[in-house]
């Protein structure tokens, strides 16, 4: 039983290494294959592209049934956690084309899926430095806890969605940066952005300016090197 936290954390570790790992060979594979450069290609099945979110859902499915039927112990632990992440690495690298039921990959809308990626990705970060980040502190009461979880999750949520993803998974760890997200402006092609900011409207410009005055490599700098996408135009 004292090696049960142990084995979770060095299993967590195993996921978020072959999850970035898994992520970046994907994007470094379709890239090749996109430009016409080295021995890859499309995988193909009776003429129909066969994407790697396929093989993705399956080891996830293959992994999850493992775990839920032997939990596996040591090194079988491991690799079964290796192989869970790999899995969620080639489905999330596609996230977009299954929110969009289109082939978005490398279209503005396949931005998403890098979101995605980084997300699940800080989640797990987030997880690993803090072995119990969801802990209440010896004494504390548990319903003023409650809901100071609450409200901090719900800011972070709130950064997310106005596309503030580096601040919005650290203020699951860091309060302040989950307010200090929630209260900025959201970014252009965010969800909030699109759901609270009418066209025209003086918030939507000042989003629009601001993102305009940042540097090159700001985050949309960033999703476009990681992505293959230009850089949109504001």
Do not use: C, Q
Request: net charge positive; charged share 15%.
């Amino acid at each position: 039983m004292s090696h049960a936290p142990e084995s979770g954390h060095t299993a967590l570790l195993v996921m978020l290494a072959a999850f970035v790992v898994t992520f970046a060979l994907t994007r470094a594979v379709t890239r090749l294959i996109r430009s016409g450069r080295g021995p890859f290609g499309n995988v193909e099945a009776g003429g129909v592209h066969v994407h790697h979110l396929v093989p993705g859902i399956f080891l996830l499915l293959i992994a999850g049934t493992l775990e839920f039927f032997l939990v596996p112990h040591g090194a079988w632990r491991g690799a079964v956690a290796a192989v869970f992440a790999i899995g969620a690495a080639l489905t999330l690298d596609e996230y977009a084309l299954w929110l969009h039921l289109d082939d978005v990959y490398w279209t503005d809308e396949g931005r998403k899926s890098v979101d995605a990626v980084v997300f699940a990705a800080g989640i797990g970060l987030v997880l690993l430095v803090a072995s119990d980040p969801f802990a209440p502190a010896p004494g504390e009461s548990r319903l003023v806890f409650a809901g100071f979880l609450a409200v901090n999750l719900g800011l972070a949520v709130v950064a997310v969605l106005k596309g503030r993803f580096f601040l919005g998974v650290g203020g699951v760890m860091i309060p302040f940066l989950a307010l200090v997200a929630a209260l900025r402006l959201a970014r252009p092609g965010s969800p909030w952005f699109r759901w609270f900011y009418r066209d025209g409207s003086a918030r939507s410009a000042r989003a629009v300016k601001r993102a305009g005055r940042r540097g090159s490599w700001g985050w949309d700098r960033a999703v476009s090197v990681v992505s293959g996408v230009p850089r949109r135009r504001h």
